[in-house]
């Protein structure tokens, strides 16, 4: 036979051995054999044809050997679940030692068995550990439910032994509460439902921030973390905590200070940014981030990722400590990388000499990688600060002297920035970039040096030659590369087109008919048409002032940098991802930054059913706002006469019990909801006595063209929406001396496709000295097309004397139509989603009624009836605040804050929408509304 | 929380693992040797590393990686701090953490594993429970165990595990009750060409070994305890009175531990204890470059600075150097282009002082250097 005969025997040989020696009588032989067992396993030899052998070995007072044999069991048990059965005897005798090292030994070894049949025994040995009298054997029954929960949840919950768990939050052993918590919290990851287990309350927290101080520094990581989950009801709670845990900081351990730094910036959310607190809460958070900065590598590395986010959303806090950042020479490649990023974020007026001085003696490294980061950094720099930009500049050309391949390349992308943020400014030095023209290899340098040569052909003289030599490999070059060259040579031939022409065509030809990219054919036969049909055209699309570039490309969106927040110092700060990007299988339960305090406690306890991703950036204090308004309950109707909505269940419970027991047995149904449906506006307006007769709001009728122009024809007119349909009301008086017949009316294409949906009725023919009247029903589904202002529309008027000519002004308000109102989940996400310069503030002066009691609700029925909803009314700080959506007749959202004061005439009107030129018809539509 | 540990070596093989739950194959460390192999060094690699399934966090002490296997969202500086922990009780019981020692001494290591995590939440911690439940290894006790039969592992509680104070034990007792405190503290400075100090800090360290017997209440005073920025202590620093008093008032843990570590920032003037006049010129008429550096005390308050060692990392275009020192040897590693001088003490009669030639390689472009000290 073969050797391999003698491989087997060896090895068998081994096994073997150890076997005899595992059933030796002496203590101390079974136990070396045990360790050379134990040995073997570690370096991943299979020792699992001992089983038998060892779990002999079990049964035994010497607790060495007994741990060796449960560390033996916890590796093979599940792989020979039958055998393992034989152990359970002894690990149920075990929990019932009265040393309590066993006791916990033994729970410890049973959790970490994962064979069903071993799991079942464990309940009751588990059950009792969870009140065993001694300490460490409760705070490892704790860990152990956790385990249990990973290997059976239907059992763990069935069991109950998630209250008992729950119990263990008030142990008297701080231990214990920290064990407890952080099983709760990994019970919490892993369960499926996403609702927490244990609702927070400030009892609770109460106790945990009495552990906090007397458990290990590893307990406190796990209370800080469950703690950040927390939301405290009021500022004066945030403070208090915020208080308690500031001591924190202060810790050695950098998990414990990091997981501090968390709840701080959140709980920092809820106080008000100008208070004293706040303040010195900043100062103190300054040091114990820089210490994480002297500490391991790795714990750099971490802690600069954390900071990132944490001087995106407070800048403040480490503004003074720009020079910690600086590059020590010896750092790991990617600490050098993160604290670049986060001097250029620090970068200010103040300090922008130094940092720019660093990062010269950068870009002199040697690490490609690094060096390449810091030329981009100057470039950031310059666009960031505008008063560095020439230094910037400066330092830019003296690295592209240094004639160094990759810092050239680098240097003249980053040109490409600074002259998009600051054009006609620096076109001196693209003589010097030009020197460079024939060392640029990269796609990406290339493209932007002939970007460059494009944008500035004017200047350039030999620009012409210079594009041509990159034409000649035009075939091999990258395709970003292509359309570069390809809008470079369009543009220089629309500033010089004499001498041009022939290049041109050479690269139409070469986009269009010689390459198979889409991209690049359909760009060049973009410019081709537009090159052939209207040179003038062309130049006014092809050379268009370009918008500036903005400071900063590469900030996180301030809803996920406030998502991140909530997640500092675990791994979704360090990839800069939610959890819910990387982590398989969780649900989506995401966290959001706790609202600015303002808001009283009124909506946030409404806000238990927190299923809504109710993610918010709470910089913006207006949106601040809505989030305290009741997300979850829909039925809560945006009037300001339910106090009392129906928040749960709950509440309807006891409203009904209480009105049974008043009204005897009338009812049995609970009282239906005080709460008034948002249609029955109206009737409330007649409550509260607000005119009843102001339905909709119909501008008096101006005169559009007087009787002068109209050769001897009088209009007058105004527009109202009647029963969802737009009319255009109209008195023609013929003030001529003779009759007049065959009217008709067109419009000009205008910014609402407003057309006329059937002919002109009018009386015909019409006398002179009288006036008819005529109600024009409109449609908007005609060619439309962009009118300054916005509301005009052109109208023609015909009849037997001649066609007239006059312009009129659409009210707004008559565009608002009957399905404006939004929902209210849709409003709150649409207010995010608009970006903040979309918002239009104005104030309605001089409003009637401001003082009465009730003048909030007559302006809610006064827009109702004009078709602007109120999605939801809220009080702050005694001024109400109202939500309102509209929507135009062409399919525009329009959102609304209004600002009310009680005795202030003025309203404060903040408007958002995706295409803010409609704001001023808007505003002009509420003043109508309002004042009317 | 943790998953597994593995334990790999410079060569890239794991040589130990350790799996807390299910039992994870070690197939994903082949994640880590792929950006392993990407870094330049072994410094380099990045110490979060995502995979498909699994986060690896890794440290890198004594030549040797630590990788941490986790699946669900964890701290990251959770699992940093606990692998440093490991590593420092492997220091702690074997007095050094290498490759063989770990090996030899398999056994120990899985069952201090064992106890300082359980289900990857960790249980035990600190170096004088940790002792207490399994008995650090020496031949001594080794002879002494084989003779009178007794083992490594304690069989009762430890006394201090659930204590108010659980980094110390009870019942500790010496004939001669001593405490030892040492005071390091680092200078970082970044100094410019014409030496002025851009930007200077210091970190600094009280070390103490304190042998005293029963529960001992220690209290230290600073004389100007305000010129810490930014302290971190020991669990066993009572915080209340630093805050109110700036006192540190303590119950020891038993033997070595770091009891506080403090940070003075740049807005405080340092005093740097010495400084470089430097000449360095590289690319001297075609091919060579000339160096020259003084060292000489500043600021020294009359003491003595030893052990002063000077590294400069060359560039890249440096093949070799010729250089004379009239005190201390250096060496140059063309490798890595490290220059390495070692000074010893300097002696303000007579300012160490390193001259002579660098040959260049020829044609490459003149990068500055940044001469950077180590002083201790």
């Not at chain 1, 809803?559 to 819910?580: G, Q, R």
């Not at chain 2, 020692?101 to 398999?106: L, V």
């Not at chain 2, 405080?268 to 690319?283: Q, W």
């Amino acid at each position: 036979m073969t050797d391999s005969k003698y491989f087997t025997t060896t090895k068998k040989g081994e096994i073997f051995e150890l076997k005899s020696e595992l059933n030796n009588d002496k203590k101390e032989k079974k136990k070396e054999a045990v360790k050379k067992v134990i040995a073997s396993m570690t370096v991943g030899k299979d020792v699992s044809a001992l089983f038998p052998d060892v779990v002999n070995c079990m049964q035994t007072d010497n607790l060495e050997l007994k741990k060796l044999v449960y560390l033996y069991l916890m590796n093979y048990a599940k792989s020979q679940p039958d055998m393992a059965i034989m152990a359970v005897n002894t690990f149920v005798k075990d929990c019932e030692d009265p040393n309590p090292l066993i006791r916990a030994l033994a729970v410890r070894t049973m959790g970490c068995i994962r064979v069903d049949k071993i799991t079942e025994y464990l309940c009751e040995p588990l059950r009792k550990c969870l009140k065993d009298e001694d300490p460490y054997v409760r705070k490892t029954a704790a860990v152990c439910v956790a385990k249990l929960y990973d290997i059976n949840s239907s059992m763990v919950e069935d069991q109950g032994f998630l209250d008992q768990l729950k119990d263990l939050l008030s142990d008297s052993n701080p231990m214990v509460v920290a064990n407890a918590v952080a099983a709760l919290s990994e019970i919490n990851e892993s369960s499926s439902s996403g609702s927490p287990l244990v609702e927070m309350t400030p009892q609770t927290v109460n106790k945990l921030l009495t552990a906090l101080n007397e458990c290990t520094e590893w307990g406190q990581v796990f209370i800080l973390d469950s703690l950040a989950n927390y939301s405290p009801r009021d500022e004066r709670e945030a403070q208090s905590t915020c208080e308690r845990i500031t001591p924190r900081l202060a810790h050695a351990n950098a998990a414990v200070v990091l997981s501090a730094v968390k709840v701080l910036m959140k709980f920092m959310e809820m106080l008000p940014s100008d208070s004293e607190f706040v303040t010195s809460l900043t100062k103190k958070l300054a040091p114990p981030l820089v210490t994480l900065l002297s500490s391991e590598p790795e714990v750099q590395y971490v802690a600069l990722r954390n900071i990132n986010l944490i001087v995106q959303k407070r800048p403040d806090i480490l503004k003074h400590e720009m020079k910690v950042f600086f590059v020590k020479y010896n750092d790991p490649i990617y600490v050098k990388l993160e604290k670049l990023d986060i001097m250029i974020r620090l970068a200010s007026q103040a300090n922008v000499a130094q940092v720019l001085s660093e990062l010269k003696e950068y870009a002199t490294e040697v690490d490609v990688d690094f060096v390449r980061k810091a030329v981009r950094a100057i470039g950031r720099c310059a666009i960031k600060v505008e008063q560095s930009a020439e230094r910037c500049v400066s330092t830019l050309l003296d690295l592209i002297q240094t004639k160094v391949n990759y810092v050239v390349q680098e240097a003249i992308v980053v040109i490409k920035d600074i002259f998009r943020k600051y054009p006609n400014k620096y076109e001196s030095i693209i003589s010097t970039l030009c020197e460079n023209l024939d060392t640029l290899d990269e796609p990406e340098a290339r493209a932007s040096m002939i970007w460059i040569i494009g944008e500035y052909a004017e200047r350039i003289d030999n620009a012409d030659e210079l594009l041509e030599s990159f034409l000649e490999g035009f075939a091999d070059e990258n395709s970003q590369v292509q359309l570069q060259l390809l809008t470079a040579i369009v543009k220089l031939f629309l500033k010089r087109p004499s001498d041009t022409q022939e290049l041109v065509q050479q690269v139409l030809s070469l986009a269009t008919q010689d390459s198979d990219n889409p991209d690049l054919r359909d760009r060049g036969f973009i410019y081709w048409r537009l090159l052939s049909t209207d040179p003038a055209a062309a130049k006014e699309v092809v050379l268009a002032e370009k918008p500036l570039i903005s400071e900063e490309t590469d900030l996180l969106e301030p809803t996920l940098l406030d998502e991140l927040i909530c997640h500092i110092s675990s791994l979704a700060s360090v990839y800069h991802k939610p959890p819910s990007a990387f982590v398989e299988g969780r649900s989506g339960i995401r966290k959001s930054l706790p609202a600015s305090a303002r808001a009283g406690s009124e909506g946030v306890e409404s806000t238990e059913s927190q299923a809504a991703p109710a993610v918010i950036p709470a910089q913006d204090s207006l949106i601040g706002d809505l989030l305290s308004m009741d997300i979850g309950g829909p039925t809560v109707a945006p009037v300001a006469a339910a106090p009392a909505a129906p928040f749960g269940s709950a509440a309807m419970d006891l409203l009904g019990g209480g009105l049974d027991t008043l009204l005897g047995e009338t009812s049995s149904s609970p009282a239906p909801p005080s709460a008034l449906p948002a249609s029955s506006a109206a009737l409330l307006g007649d409550i509260f006595g607000a005119p009843a007769a102001s339905a909709t709001y119909v501008a008096p009728k101006t005169t559009w063209l007087p009787a002068e122009k109209g050769k001897g024809l009088d209009i007058s007119g105004s527009f109202v929406r009647r029963n969802g349909q737009l009319f255009m009301d109209l008195t023609f008086s013929n003030k001529a001396m003779q009759p007049m017949l065959g009217f008709a009316i067109q419009f000009n294409k205008n910014s609402f496709g407003i057309t006329p949906a059937s002919p002109l009725q009018v009386q015909s023919p019409l006398p002179p000295g009288v006036a008819a009247d005529a109600s024009l029903p409109l449609a908007t589904t005609g060619p439309v097309q962009k009118m300054e202002p916005l509301t005009t529309l052109q109208v023609a008027v015909k009849n037997n004397v001649d066609v007239m000519y006059f312009a009129c002004q659409i009210p707004m308000h008559a565009l608002f139509v009957e399905d404006g109102q939004m929902d209210k989940r849709v409003f709150l996400a649409t207010w995010k989603e608009i970006p903040a310069q979309n918002e239009v503030q104005y104030t309605i002066t001089n409003v009637m009624h401001s003082a009465d009691s009730n003048f909030t609700d007559t302006v809610v029925s006064r827009m109702q009836q004009n078709n602007v909803f109120t999605i939801a009314k809220r009080n702050v700080e005694g001024q109400d605040m109202l939500y309102q959506s509209l929507k135009l007749t062409n399919g525009i959202w329009v959102l609304n804050e209004l600002k009310i004061q009680p005795g202030n005439p003025n309203i404060t009107l903040s408007l958002k929408s995706r295409t803010p030129n409609v704001a001023e018809g808007v505003f002009q539509a509420y003043d109508n509304i309002l004042h009317g | 929380m943790i998953h597994s540990l593995f334990i790999i070596n410079p060569s890239g093989d794991v040589f130990m693992e350790k799996h807390w739950k299910s039992v994870i194959s070690r197939s994903v460390c082949d994640y880590f040797f792929d950006h392993q192999r990407k870094a330049s060094s072994p410094e380099d690699i990045p110490p979060v590393i995502a995979t498909p399934h699994h986060y690896l966090i890794s440290v890198y002490r004594s030549s040797m990686f630590f990788v941490a296997v986790c699946t669900t969202e964890v701290a990251p500086l959770f699992v940093v701090e606990f692998l440093h922990r490991v590593v420092d009780t492997f220091e702690d019981y074997f007095s050094e953490c290498t490759e063989s020692i770990i090996k030899e001494h398999y056994v120990v290591v899985y069952e201090l594993l064992d106890e300082m995590l359980d289900n990857g939440f960790p249980l035990a911690t600190e170096s004088n429970i940790l002792k207490e439940l399994i008995k650090p290894p020496n031949i001594l006790r080794t002879i002494a165990n084989t003779v009178t039969g007794k083992s490594n592992v304690s069989s009762t509680l430890p006394s201090g595990q659930l204590s108010n104070i659980p980094w110390r034990r009870t019942g500790v007792k010496y004939t001669n009750n001593e405490a030892y405190f040492d005071m390091i503290e680092e200078v970082d400075a970044i100094i410019d060409k014409s030496g002025s100090t851009v930007c200077a800090e210091i970190q600094g360290y009280i070390d103490c070994c304190i042998k005293l017997s029963g529960m001992p209440d220690l209290s230290l005073s600073f004389v100007n305890p305000r010129l810490f920025d930014d302290v971190s202590f020991h669990p066993c620093v009572r915080f209340k009175r630093w805050e109110s008093e700036r006192v540190l008032s303590f119950i020891p843990p038993d033997g070595n531990f770091r009891l506080m570590s403090y940070h003075i920032g740049s807005q405080s003037i340092v005093a740097i204890p010495v400084y470089v006049r430097h000449s360095l010129c590289l690319r001297e008429s075609g091919s060579g470059g000339r160096l020259d550096i003084t060292l000489g005390p500043k600021q020294t308050l009359g003491r003595t600075i030893e052990n002063v060692v000077l590294e400069i990392p060359m560039p890249k275009s440096v093949l070799n150097c010729g250089l004379v020192t009239n005190q201390g040897k250096y060496t140059f590693d063309p490798v890595s282009k490290l220059l390495v001088w070692e000074v010893g003490r300097i002696d303000v009669t007579k300012l160490p002082n390193i001259r002579g030639t660098i040959s260049l390689q020829s044609g490459s472009p003149p990068v500055e250097a940044n001469p950077s000290i180590n002083v201790s």
